[in-house]
C-alpha cells in the first residue's frame, strides 16, 4: 500500500485549498485520517474517514474541513475552507489496514495572516 499526498500551498487566511490521498496498492477502502505537524508541535489528528464512510472531525477543524473518499480511484479528499494562520503545517494522510500502518509523504500548507 501507498499513500500519495497532493494539495497543499500558500493560501491567505480565509481561502481554501483541497488536500488529495491517492491510495494505491491495493482494492479496499482503508480507514484514512488526516493529520498534521507544525513546526515545534507534535503531529496531531485532524479528520479521518472510516471503511463505512463515516467521517471524524478534530473539535478546531468542524465545520470547516470536510473529509470524503472517492471510491472510483481509492482517494481521500480533505477540503479545508475559511483557512486560519494556525492550520499552517505539514498535512500526512495514514491509512491502516490489517494492523499495518502506512504514510504518505505529506504536503505542506501555508496560511498567511
Known amino acids: 500500500v501507498q499513500l500519495q499526498a497532493s494539495g497543499g500551498g500558500l493560501v491567505e487566511a480565509g481561502g481554501s485549498l483541497r488536500l488529495s490521498c491517492q491510495v494505491s496498492g491495493t482494492v479496499f477502502r482503508l480507514d484514512t485520517d488526516w493529520y498534521r505537524q507544525a513546526p515545534g508541535k507534535q503531529r496531531e489528528l485532524v479528520a479521518g474517514i472510516d471503511t463505512s464512510d463515516v467521517a471524524h472531525y478534530e473539535d478546531s477543524v468542524k465545520g470547516r474541513f470536510t473529509v470524503s473518499r472517492d471510491g472510483a480511484t481509492n482517494t481521500v479528499y480533505l477540503q479545508m475552507n475559511s483557512l486560519r494562520p494556525e492550520d499552517s503545517a505539514v498535512y500526512y494522510c495514514?491509512?491502516?489496514?490489517?494492523?499495518?500502518?502506512?504514510w504518505g509523504q505529506g504536503t505542506l500548507v501555508t496560511v498567511s495572516s
Open positions: 495514514r491509512a491502516v489496514r490489517l494492523g499495518r500502518t502506512y
